[in-house]
Each structure stands twice: as structure tokens, then as C-alpha cells.
């Protein structure tokens, strides 16, 4: 595995890998507003049986596409949101995916970092 991939080419295995992984990525991030599972597990911020809040699908998958856009630009300001973004839902929802990106299962070390920078990018701007 490439650990020292360039800064561009981190920012594209990353932006890749959401658009490939989009489809379960927005379920798994709306885990965040969702509920508990039952049985409660000993570990809840792992909860296999979490269910996330698909009323705020459309939201998610849109803070997630401006993250790719952000990418692909290599911008260092974000790009214009997309009006009604719901703060609370969003930011919670693209940290608990930026606290779980896991390396190298999901991807490099360095796009990994790109993807995290850039989630906090568009978390910050909400």
C-alpha cells in the first residue's frame, strides 16, 4: 500500500472511494442521529445494531457530495453549501463517519487524512 500517495492523488482515491461507497456511507454516517441498537452493546459507538434516521438521507448524501467536490478542486475553502442543510444532523452525521474511516481496510493512509480534512472542511462551514 502507497503511504506516501501525492496530495493529489490522495485527494482522488478518496473522493472515489465515497462515490463508490455512497449507497452505504449515508446510512452508516445517519447512525450518528439514529438510534441505539437492542440489545445495547458494550460498546456504543461500534453498535453493529445502531439504526440510522433515513429522514435525513438527502441532507447527508449532499454534505457528502460537496466533500467530493472539494476534493476534486483542491480547494481550501468550501464550496458553496447547499441551502436548508440541517447543522446539528449534518456535523454529527460526517463526524461519526470521519472518527470511523479505518486504514487500509476503507483506504491509505494518506486519502484517509485527505477525507477527513475535507469533512471537517464542509463540518466547519455548516
Same mark, same amino acid.
Given at each position: 500500500e502507497p503511504h506516501s500517495l501525492s496530495a493529489e492523488a490522495a485527494r482522488r482515491q478518496a473522493a472515489e472511494r465515497v462515490i463508490h461507497n455512497s449507497a452505504a456511507l449515508v446510512p452508516f454516517a445517519l447512525r450518528a442521529v439514529g438510534s441505539p441498537g437492542f440489545p445495547p452493546v458494550s460498546a456504543p459507538l461500534s453498535d453493529p445494531r445502531a439504526v440510522p434516521d433515513l429522514a435525513f438521507e438527502p441532507h447527508v448524501d449532499a454534505a457528502l457530495r460537496h466533500a467530493v467536490q472539494a476534493l476534486l478542486l !483542491?480547494?481550501?475553502t468550501c464550496p458553496d453549501?447547499?441551502?436548508?442543510?440541517?447543522?446539528?444532523?449534518?456535523?454529527a452525521s460526517l463526524g461519526?463517519?470521519? !472518527?470511523r474511516i479505518s486504514v487500509p481496510r476503507d483506504m491509505s493512509f494518506s486519502g484517509a487524512m485527505q477525507l477527513r480534512a475535507h469533512l471537517n472542511l464542509i463540518i466547519d462551514s455548516l
Open positions: !483542491d480547494t481550501q453549501l447547499s441551502p436548508g442543510l440541517p447543522k446539528h444532523t449534518v456535523q461519526y463517519l470521519r !472518527d
